[in-house]
Structures are given as C-alpha cells and as structure tokens.
C-alpha cells in the first residue's frame, strides 16, 4: 500500500465509532459528576449565594 492511498483512508473517517462515542460519553459523565460535587460544596453553595446576595441587595 503506498503511502497516498494509506492517508486517503485516514482522512476518510467522517466521524467516530462506537468504542469511541463510548470513552467519550464515558468521560462527558465523569467531568458531569465532578462538576455536580464542586458546585454542591459547602464552600462554593456558600460563595454562590453570597453573589446572589449581593447582586439583590
């Protein structure tokens, strides 16, 4: 196989496959629960409403 047909077949691939829409919707859950735990903290409940305070008061 020369080198131009092996980078036409690269170039080819219009999207994902199944194994990587799998690591990908994977990885979109974990980032979601990481943000759920950060955003559900004490301290940032606490400087969130702080904000809100101060932007209606």
Do not use: C, H, P, W
């Amino acid at each position: 196989m020369d080198v131009r047909r092996l980078l036409a077949r690269l170039r080819g691939d219009a999207g994902m496959n199944t194994a990587e829409y799998a690591v990908g919707t994977l990885a979109a859950v974990a980032f979601a629960g990481l943000l759920l735990k950060v955003l559900t903290s004490d301290s940032v409940q606490s400087a969130l409403t702080a904000v809100i305070d101060r932007a209606l008061g």
